[in-house]
Each structure stands twice: as structure tokens, then as C-alpha cells.
């Protein structure tokens, strides 16, 4: 090789691992452009001064410079550390790699910095290597013991990370669409039990008032809402006042059925939880809940068990395990919550947990934790309670936790379908919301053997051996919703909606249908006998009986109810009423049905009613009518012994004569033996 050539290269290697300062010696033929270069390099820094959440801002007037003089370990340090606290983390990794070959001694920070963006990058050996060096660097001291545990904990989650991303979960993640996601920070997304509406919080520039929140450089929070319509969601809308102000408004919690919304507000610098109730179409003025559940410091997060009695949210008081834990708050029989409870040091960690969401089933808690074992940052974990419990919190693993904060998770009463907000250089803006579809496990392979018979003589026989079809494990509930209305008017009712354990005999839980559109939603987890019970003054109750094993797989089912009117000749069928096989004797399961009939006639003091037995068409006529008849006295007798008068009261025993479906199926035969109750007179 050239003499000349090797000496250039030579050079040329120096120059390239040689820092430059910005200083007129270095640039003398350029005195214009190093002005220009200090002007922008000073905008960079008067950001940076003004704190983390202004080092965004930094990056363009970093970059003018950089371009002027690429090589200097400062300014490429400046360069690194402030994409650190973007929205494109990983662009960090060049220019801290850079100011590193520059000058190794460029900042004490350098090491640290670096293996927190190999740590984001998923590099994890690269990491450890660089949170190691950083370790060695650091004097053992007590003002420094905080800061080594700190580090020795990110180095865990990278080997934590390692083993999470040899086996990943089987999902889809994908961006919900621009018709919610903007250029702006879209996050915190909450859903009703069937996905059908999303509200979320957003800092777009038409938030109410328009103002900047100076602490973050972004428009102030207003919470968004979108509905599904065929299978897509609907442009978001600013739900607008009393919700929306000014200030920050910002979701935290969504009832199963939509009806019921928890919305943070800041209050002087401590953050609390509100509640607002849908009316119609219209929300109610937020509403501070109690000093069981807000005190002077700070809660994040809520939500809403699906029978509406148990509150879980996240708060940093100071009586906690850690720097932020679950609490729970049960309603009490007036309708109060009750003291705080702290869910215990399975769920919480010395660290902070955050994002709590308790699903649909009633036992299935989702949160973040940084405590656990994570792979950096938060990650979003699962514990079920059961036998008194809460298991022990199981990651949800990668690709639904990353190396990043992965916080406020929400799922669907399916199982299937998750929410949750994350930053992605691809996405539309600062954050964005996406939904994780859990596939479960993998198929087996499927298998096709070919055999050639006799040398080809014979056609092949072939043998295909086909794949179990891929279950998906679903949560095990059934999600009952559907529209309740005036049976002759058809227009929507505002009904109350009892859940009763018939077991147990207790009412569970209690809602009214949405007024404007009747619209009702109950959440029935597996291994209950339901007792459903539709009431409104004025009207006949309509009862409907689920009895759902502990084995039964998720289903949704809509059941639109017509309500009648207390008049004369209308009659409902009493789901509600069991009696012992082939014979009269009512059984403990029916009371609450029969005490709600009861209150019927004791609210409408002149009703007279007539029961009615039915069976289907198996046995003899004359015994079937017989049996009828004698379970219709059951039930009168029932009525007469709670204090009702003989003479309001009819039985009678109609045998198979009056069917209402065919006697063909079990299906069939099961709703013709029924109780029944008619309106004589009122």
C-alpha cells in the first residue's frame, strides 16, 4: 500500500476519535457558523435547565449544532441524554455511543446513560457490561447506596428481560386507528365489559381552554370518548362540560356497563378520584368521593368491581408497603365507602405499583409494578384472587411488557382483547393506543403423510392429520346486555336490574337501564344460579333465571326486555320459582322471587292476581294437571302465609294444556313448565 495513504488513514482514524470544542480555533475559517453553533447550542441548554420533561424541546437546536461540529463529546452527550427522554428513545444510542469514543470521561453519567438505552433496545448484555462499569465507577458511600441498588435492580431486569423475550406470548398488538390516536398524547384508556365504548384521556390542541401545562410543555388533559360501530371505532369526541375544565381531567376508571365513569383531578397538587354518573346522555358534575378512599396526597388510578361494591386505586399515602400500593374501599348498605384497605405485600412491593384494573370476572386483577419481577421499568402483571387470597402476580410477558414503562392496561370481559397506551416511532404522536389480541397457545403442527402403495401403481393414500382448533383461554363469565322498554309504547325505560344469588338468597348487586336508551349491561361470572329481576314502578317484574357453571366458557348474550304494565289480562312467567323434582314443594332458591311478589301486591294494595301452573307434555293429563295445580297453591300459600289477603289471590293448575314452545326438545319442554301470574283486576 501507498506510503502517503496509510499516513492519511492514519489521520483520518485520529480526527475521527478526536473531540472538538467549540472554540474560534478550531473553526477559523467559519467564525459565523461557530456563533451560530454557541446560539444554538445555549437554546439546547436554557431547555434542559427548565428540567426533563423540557429535553425534547432541546433536541432541534442540538442537532443545528451538531451539525455544525459532529464531533463533540458534550454536545453528542446533550444530544443522547435528551432523546432518552423522548418518544424515540433508541436514537439515544449513536450519540452516547459517540461522546464515549470522544471522551470516556465526558460525564459521570455516561456509562449509566448508555446502559439504560441498550436496556431499552433490548441489547442486555450491552447493558449489564455498561450498568457494571458504571457500578465500579461509583465510590461505596452511603449517599450513593440508593443509587448502586438502583442500578444492581436494572441489571436484574435485564437478565429478566433475556429470558422473557426467548419465549414470547402469542398476541397481535395494533394501533386502534387515527379515528382515536393523534399527533398529541393519547393514553389511559378505559373500556365497558364489551368493548363497545372507549373513553381516554388526551392532550390534543383543542383541549378545553387551550391552555399549556407549564410542568410538561403539553396542551392539559380533556377526556375523550369513542363507540364501536361495526367493529370500528367511531371519531373520538371531547365529552365536553361538567367533566371537561380548564384543568386536567383525565380518565381513571369505566363501570362494566358504561354508566358509572372515575376521573382524576388535581386538587391543589394532590390528585383525587371523582366520580360522575351518565344520565341520559348527559354526565353528571364530577363528584369527590370520600376521605376513605381521597386524603392529602396523591391517587392515580381506579376501578370499579363489576357488582359496583368494591373500589381498587392506586394512592402514595405514607401508611403504604411501598412508594405507591393498591388500596380497596368496599360500599357499605348505604352506599358509602368504607375504609381502606391495603391489598398486602403480594400485590404491593417496596417499589411502585400503578394502572389498577379488576375485571369483569370479579377476580382477575391487572396492574404495573416496578417492584416485581420486571424486564425494565413497569410491566403489567396478573393476580387472581381465590380461596382468600391473591396469587402470586404472573408478568404478561413480552411483547406486551417491553424494556419501557408499560402502565394503566385494560381488558376486555372476553379475555381476548386488551387497551393500552404506548410510545412507538410508527405510531401517530406522542403516545398512542393499542389493543393486544391474545391468541393463546400455539397450534401443533399439523402433520400430511403420503404413502405410494405399490411403487406407484396405486394412487397415494393420503393421511391427513388435522390440528386441534386453537383454544383461546376466555374468561368465565357471561356478559348479559341488552335494551329494556315499554312493551306497547317501545320506547326505553330507566329499570332497575336485581342480580340475585338464588343460592344464597342475596341480592348481589343492583343497576338501572341508561334512560334515554334502555341500555343495560351485567357482568355474571361462572359458578353462580342467577336470579335476574327487571322492576320499575308501574310495571309487571320480569324475571330471568342463568344458572352458570363454574366450567362455562365466556359468552355474551342480549336479552331485550319489554316491560308490561300493571293491567288487567297481562301475565309474566315467574323464572324465578323452583320447585323439587315431580313434586309441589318450593324450594329455598325461589324466595327471593316470591318476595318480590310479594312487594308487588303490597305496593298495589287492590291488585287481585291469578297463579298459574304448567308442565310440559310428558305423563299423564291428569297428573300433570294435578302437579300443576298443586305447585300453583305453593305459591299462594307462600303469599297468604306473608300476610296477603286470600281474596286478591287465584291458583290454578293448567297441566300441558297451555304450551309455549314445543314438546319436541329439552329446550322446549323446560319453558313450559313454568309459574305464571295474570292481572285480574286492579
Known amino acids: 500500500m501507498n506510503k502517503l495513504l496509510i499516513i492519511s488513514i492514519f489521520i483520518t482514524s485520529i480526527s475521527i476519535g478526536q473531540n472538538v470544542d467549540f472554540v474560534k480555533e478550531n473553526f477559523k475559517d467559519n467564525k459565523d457558523g461557530l456563533k451560530e453553533a454557541k446560539k444554538n447550542m445555549d437554546e439546547g441548554d436554557r431547555f434542559m435547565d427548565q428540567g426533563t420533561v423540557f429535553f425534547k424541546q432541546a433536541i432541534a437546536p442540538f442537532l443545528l449544532a451538531n451539525n455544525f461540529n459532529p464531533n463533540n463529546a458534550i454536545l453528542n452527550f446533550r444530544l443522547g441524554e435528551c432523546y432518552l427522554y423522548s418518544n424515540n428513545k433508541i436514537k439515544s444510542i449513536p450519540y452516547l455511543e459517540k461522546a464515549l469514543s470522544l471522551n470516556p470521561s465526558v460525564d459521570v453519567q455516561i456509562h449509566y446513560l448508555l446502559g439504560k438505552a441498550y436496556h431499552l433496545d433490548k441489547q442486555w448484555d450491552k447493558a449489564i457490561e455498561e450498568f457494571k462499569i458504571f457500578q465500579k465507577q461509583l465510590p461505596v458511600s452511603k449517599e450513593n447506596k440508593e443509587t448502586l441498588e438502583a442500578v444492581s435492580k436494572q441489571i436484574e431486569e435485564c437478565l429478566t428481560g433475556k429470558e422473557l423475550v426467548k419465549t414470547p406470548v ?10 382515536i390516536n393523534t399527533e398529541y398524547s393519547d393514553y389511559g384508556p378505559v373500556i365497558t365489559a364489551d368493548e363497545s365504548v372507549m373513553m381516554f384521556t ?8 387551550g391552555s399549556i401545562d407549564q410542568f410538561t410543555n403539553e396542551y392539559m388533559e380533556d377526556i375523550y370518548v369513542s363507540t364501536k360501530v361495526n367493529g370500528k371505532w367511531s371519531p373520538a369526541q371531547n365529552i365536553g362540560p361538567p367533566i371537561n375544565t380548564k384543568r386536567h381531567d383525565a380518565t381513571m376508571g369505566l363501570s362494566a356497563d358504561g354508566q358509572l365513569l372515575y376521573v382524576y383531578l388535581d386538587d391543589k397538587g394532590d390528585g383525587n378520584i371523582y366520580e360522575c354518573n351518565l344520565v341520559g346522555t348527559t354526565w353528571s358534575k364530577p363528584e369527590k368521593l370520600n376521605k376513605n378512599v381521597n386524603t392529602d396526597f396523591h ?26 400500593d393498591i388500596w380497596m374501599s368496599q360500599k357499605d348498605e348505604k352506599g358509602k365507602w368504607g375504609k381502606s384497605v391495603n391489598l398486602g405485600p403480594t400485590i404491593n412491593t417496596r417499589y411502585g405499583e400503578e394502572g389498577v384494573f379488576i375485571h369483569p370476572d370479579g377476580k382477575t386483577l391487572y396492574f404495573s409494578s416496578q417492584g416485581h419481577k420486571t424486564m425494565g421499568g413497569y410491566d403489567i402483571f396478573k393476580s387472581v384472587f381465590e380461596n382468600g387470597k391473591w396469587s402470586e402476580p404472573v408478568n404478561l410477558g413480552y411483547p406486551v411488557n417491553t424494556p419501557d414503562d408499560d402502565v394503566f392496561f385494560v381488558m376486555a370481559a372476553n379475555g381476548r382483547h386488551g387497551y393500552y397506551s ?29 404413502d405410494n402403495l405399490l411403487g406407484s401403481v396405486a394412487a397415494p393414500v393420503k393421511e391427513d392429520v388435522i390440528a386441534p382448533s386453537l383454544t383461546i383461554k376466555e374468561a368465565q363469565l357471561t356478559i348479559l346486555k341488552g335494551v329494556i322498554t315499554d312493551e306497547k309504547t317501545t320506547l326505553p325505560l330507566d329499570a332497575t336490574i336485581e342480580l340475585v344469588d338464588n343460592q344464597k ?36 317484574f320480569h324475571s330471568e333465571n342463568f344458572d352458570i357453571p363454574q366450567t362455562a366458557a365466556f359468552q355474551e348474550v342480549t336479552k331485550d326486555v319489554a316491560l308490561k304494565s300493571l293491567a288487567v289480562g297481562n301475565k309474566i ?3 324465578n320459582i323452583f320447585f323439587d323434582f315431580d313434586k309441589s314443594t318450593l324450594r329455598s332458591e325461589s324466595t327471593n322471587e316470591l318476595e318480590r311478589l310479594v312487594k308487588l301486591m303490597n305496593d298495589n294494595a287492590t291488585l287481585k292476581i291469578e297463579i298459574s301452573g304448567h308442565t310440559d307434555s310428558k305423563g299423564a293429563a291428569e297428573y300433570n294437571k294435578t302437579l300443576s295445580q298443586n305447585r300453583a297453591k305453593a305459591v299462594v300459600d307462600y303469599l ?15 297441566g300441558k294444556e297451555q304450551p309455549v314452545a314445543t314438546n319436541e326438545t329439552d329446550e322446549g319442554r323446560q319453558l313450559n313448565r313454568r309459574t305464571e301470574f295474570k292481572v285480574l283486576s286492579k
Open 299 to 324: 391517587e392515580s388510578s381506579a376501578s370499579l368491581s363489576s357488582d359496583g361494591k368494591t373500589l381498587y386505586f392506586v394512592s402514595d399515602r405514607t401508611d403504604g408497603l411501598g412508594d405507591r
Open 640 to 654: 297468604v302465609k306473608a300476610g296477603i289477603k286470600t281474596e286478591r289471590l287465584t291458583f290454578i293448575g293448567y
Open 170 to 179: 402469542r398476541v397481535f398488538i395494533d394501533n386502534v386507528g387515527n379515528a
Open 505 to 540: 338468597n342475596t341480592v348481589i348487586a343492583s343497576f338501572v337501564s341508561n334512560s334515554s336508551t334502555g341500555k343495560y349491561l351485567v357482568s355474571l361470572p361462572a359458578g353462580k344460579n342467577y336470579g335476574i329481576a327487571v322492576k320499575k314502578d308501574g310495571y309487571l
Open 573 to 575: 312467567v315467574l323464572n
Open 422 to 450: 404506548s410510545f412507538n416511532a410508527e405510531g401517530f404522536g406522542e403516545k398512542d393506543i393499542y389493543m393486544i389480541t391474545f391468541l393463546g397457545a400455539e397450534k401443533p403442527m399439523v402433520l400430511n403423510n403420503e
Open 202 to 209: 388526551s392532550r390534543r390542541n383543542t383541549t378545553t381552554g
